[in-house]
């Protein structure tokens, strides 16, 4: 195993999903892709989080983003479990679960730590631009839920800076002032950011969040 790092091309598999097979950068085509772990099927925060990312698939959809959930629980537990996702959390699971049961994914993207579980994957996240590369990588401990919604936010950075050459500043929320890169030339400003900006430092340079399209 490799260790995955930011700019990394995201490691290619073929695995068993709920939606059928999957291979990977085949399944991601053009998109933005999330790849996330979770410990274990019939546990109670994984239980909360597949309803909540169900819920707002279309926030995922709307910026071209696939998702996809990963544990190392067998294709019938997955199948069987979702329909307790869809119950309790009053939703219709609506993205591929993987089934790792031989742990290739998980060892790939070393979603496996075994001084917190020798056997489940930890919440792993990694976010995945359409040219494969890893943009994002987050860990969270099995006892907490992810915030999806930030995990949303950092789409919307990470979009922003890939179409429209700004970055997000500290708790930056989408519709509020960004950055300017700093490759950004002086001269090229004006025609980039027809709405304007502030100087605050030659290194600082404010503008208007850019319109999406
Ligand atoms: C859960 O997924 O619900 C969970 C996992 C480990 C510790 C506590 C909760």
Known sequence: MKTIRLGDVAPNFTAKSTEGEIN???????????LFSHPADY??????????VAKIKQEFDNRNVKVVALSVDGLQSHYDWITDINETQN?????PIIADEDRNVSVLYDMIHPNADSKLTVRSVFIIAP?????LIITY??????NFD???RVIDSLQLTAYHKVAT???WNNGEDCVIVPSVTNEEIPSLFPKGHTEVKPYLKITPQPNWN
């Open 150 to 152: 930030e995990i949303l």
């Open 91 to 95: 939703t219709k699971v609506n993205f």
């Open 131 to 135: 040219d494969k590369t890893v943009k």
């Open 24 to 34: 990977f950068h085949e399944w991601l085509g053009n998109s933005w892709g999330v």
């Open 43 to 52: 546990t109670p925060v994984c239980t909360t989080e597949l309803g909540t």
């Open 141 to 146: 401990p099995a006892s907490t839920g992810r």
């Open 169 to 171: 500043p500290a708790n």
